[in-house]
T-cell receptor, first 111, second 112 residues
Framework: SQTIHQWPATLVQPVGSPLSLECTVEGTSNPNLYWYRQAAGRGLQLLFY??????ISSEVPQNLSASRPQDRQFILSSKKLLLSDSGFYLC??????????FGSGTRLTVV | QKEVEQDPGPLSVPEGAIVSLNCTYSNSAFQYFMWYRQYSRKGPELLMYTYSSGNKEDGRFTAQVDKSSKYISLFIRDSQPSDSATYLCAMTTNTGFQKLVFGTGTRLLVSP
C-alpha cells in the first residue's frame, strides 16, 4: 500500500533562518507530488507541484522553493524565513481524478 | 470570484442531527468531485468521491452533485461528536493536468 511520510511534525524557527521540510512517498512510482500551505482558519494554498524528478511548477511567487531530487522525495526549502511563512505545511501525492493523499503536516512557527 | 465557494462556518449541531455541507462552483468543466475531512492539526483525508452528477452513499455519508446548478453537497446522518472536523470540497476537470481545486472548508462542531 502507498504511504506518505512528512517531517518534522512541528518546527519553531527564528526569522531569517533557513528551512527544509521533507516528504517521501512509498509504494508508488513517479507520483505527482504537491506542497500546500494552510494558514490558521484558511483554506489550502497550493505552493508547488511536481510531475517528475527535477520538474517543479510554482503556483505563487514567494520566499519558498521546492526540489525533487528523487522520484519519491519532495523537499520544501527557504533560505531566509519570514514571519509570514508561518503555517501548516502539507505534502500530498496523487492525481486530480483519483484524489490526493496528504501527509500528516508540519506546523511551522516563525518567531 | 473564487472557482469554488464554501461557507466557512462554524456549523454547530447536536448529536444525532442531519448535517448538510455545501459547495458551489463556477467552472462547468469540473467532472470529479470529492469531500475531504480534516481533523485539527492533521492532514485532510479523502471521505467521498463522485464522478459527474448523481448521488453516492457510504454509511452515514451521502454525496450529491447537481451539475446544472453547479452545486455539491455532503450529508451526514446521525451525526456524532467524532464527526467534528473541517470538511473541504474539491473538484477537477477531466482534461489537462487536473489539479484539484479546493474549497476553503466548513468547520463542523457536533455537540454531545
Amino acid at each position: 500500500s502507498q504511504t506518505i511520510h512528512q517531517w518534522p511534525a512541528t518546527l519553531v524557527q527564528p526569522v531569517g533562518s533557513p528551512l527544509s521540510l521533507e516528504c517521501t512517498v512509498e509504494g508508488t512510482s513517479n507520483p505527482n507530488l504537491y506542497w500546500y500551505r494552510q494558514a490558521a482558519g484558511r483554506g489550502l494554498q497550493l505552493l508547488f507541484y511536481s510531475v517528475g524528478i527535477g520538474q517543479i511548477s510554482s503556483e505563487v511567487p514567494q520566499n519558498l522553493s521546492a526540489s525533487r531530487p528523487q522520484d519519491r522525495q519532495f523537499i520544501l526549502s527557504s533560505k531566509k524565513l519570514l514571519l509570514s511563512d508561518s503555517g501548516f505545511y502539507l505534502c500530498a501525492w496523487g492525481t486530480g481524478t483519483n484524489g490526493y493523499t496528504f501527509g500528516s503536516g508540519t506546523r511551522l512557527t516563525v518567531v | 470570484q473564487k472557482e469554488v465557494e464554501q461557507d466557512p462556518g462554524p456549523l454547530s449541531v447536536p448529536e444525532g442531527a442531519i448535517v448538510s455541507l455545501n459547495c458551489t462552483y463556477s467552472n462547468s468543466a469540473f467532472q470529479y468531485f470529492m469531500w475531504y475531512r480534516q481533523y485539527s492539526r492533521k492532514g485532510p483525508e479523502l471521505l467521498m468521491y463522485t464522478y459527474s452528477s448523481g448521488n453516492k452513499e457510504d454509511g452515514r455519508f451521502t454525496a450529491q452533485v447537481d451539475k446544472s446548478s453547479k452545486y455539491i453537497s455532503l450529508f451526514i446522518r446521525d451525526s456524532q461528536p467524532s464527526d467534528s472536523a473541517t470538511y473541504l470540497c474539491a473538484m477537477t476537470t477531466n482534461t489537462g493536468f487536473q489539479k484539484l481545486v479546493f474549497g476553503t472548508g466548513t468547520r463542523l462542531l457536533v455537540s454531545p
